[in-house]
């Protein structure tokens, strides 16, 4: 099962994301790191299809303003149990 985010985590990374430039940049550089910053540390040896931080690697980023008007369909997405699994082809 793909690990998803504790809801205080996501909480305060939509938090970071609507409203900090310098986070936004350290996000899309490092998201180990800047969920790391936030408080969530994966524990060691966790397989990389049940990380949570497989689903957060991103080329682009939707601007401030998507992430606080679609604040809870975002949380949802990331503290949501699921049993979905991603394929990279």
Do not use: W
């Amino acid at each position: 099962m793909a690990k998803t985010l504790p809801p205080h985590i996501a909480d305060k990374l939509l938090d970071r994301l609507s409203s900090d430039d310098d986070f936004r940049t350290y996000f899309q550089k490092d998201a180990r790191g800047a969920l790391s910053f936030l408080g969530y540390d994966e524990p060691a040896g966790t397989p990389n299809e049940d990380s949570a931080l497989m689903c957060m690697r991103c080329e682009s980023m939707p601007d401030k303003k998507a992430f606080v008007q679609s604040r809870d369909a975002f949380r949802k997405q990331l503290s949501a149990k699921t049993d979905q699994k991603i394929f990279v082809l």
